[in-house]
């Protein structure tokens, strides 16, 4: 089993592969790279106790799904916090957001919208949403969950996104974004 040591976590390439592959079956969430390798440093550590019993990665197949567990309970950190945040707190996460958004890295065009959200305006490769299809993108972050997108129309699906409620997860949820808008993921509202 290789290992990838990055800012911190130490996990294995199978581990970060497995848990990527199940955030593709994971309906209605999209995950910052920070949660997945938060999830693939969970796995590599659940292999590893099982390695030492005389379990290998590929028998855990036959009983449960390691991969999405991994994936399903780290992500929950980032979509039910432990303490409800403040008002100020949300506002600022939403204005770091909104600069991650508009920096010349991500450069897309948005503005504060209600509470604490970002409305961003959608381009030609933004996949089609809201009544008539050309609806822009609400994304926001809540009190007591996580962020969130969703096209800035009622009724429109809600998409969680996995990230840390911090500036650097600001600035990954703004690529997440910046992806969707430049059709770089498909169409993840009728995953």
Same mark, same amino acid.
Do not use: C
């Given at each position: ?7 911190g976590?130490?996990?294995?390439t ?6 990527? $592959? ?23 550590d ?7 019993? /005389?379990?290998?990665? &590929? ?9 999405s ?18 008002? $100020? ?11 991650? &958004?508009?920096? *010349?890295?991500? /450069?897309?065009?948005? $503005? ?13 490769d ?10 822009? &993108? ?9 962020? *969130? ?33 430049? /059709?770089e ?5 009728r995953?």
């Amino acid at each position: 089993m290789s290992t990838t040591a990055t800012d911190g976590p130490s996990y294995s390439t199978e581990a970060y592969a497995a848990v990527e $592959k199940a955030s593709r079956s994971h309906r209605g969430t999209l995950y910052a790279p920070s949660v997945l390798e938060h999830a693939a440093e969970l796995l590599t550590d659940l292999w590893a106790a099982g390695e030492r019993h /005389g379990v290998t990665a &590929l028998e855990w197949g036959w009983a449960v799904d390691l991969a999405s567990g991994a994936l399903d309970v780290v992500s929950r950190r980032y979509e039910r916090p432990e303490k409800e945040r403040t008002t $100020k707190e949300t506002l600022t996460l939403s204005r770091h957001l909104l600069a991650a &958004l508009t920096s *010349d890295e991500i /450069g897309l065009s948005a $503005k504060p919208g209600p509470r604490a959200s970002v409305i961003v305006e959608r381009s030609t490769d933004t996949p089609r949403g809201g009544f008539h299809g050309d609806a822009n &993108l609400i994304v926001g972050i809540h009190s007591d969950g996580g962020w *969130d997108m969703a096209f800035n129309q009622s009724g429109a699906p809600v998409l969680s996104i996995a990230a840390p409620a911090s500036q650097a997860g600001a600035s990954q949820v703004a690529e997440i974004v910046r992806a969707l808008v430049h /059709g770089e993921l498909g169409n993840p509202f009728r995953r």
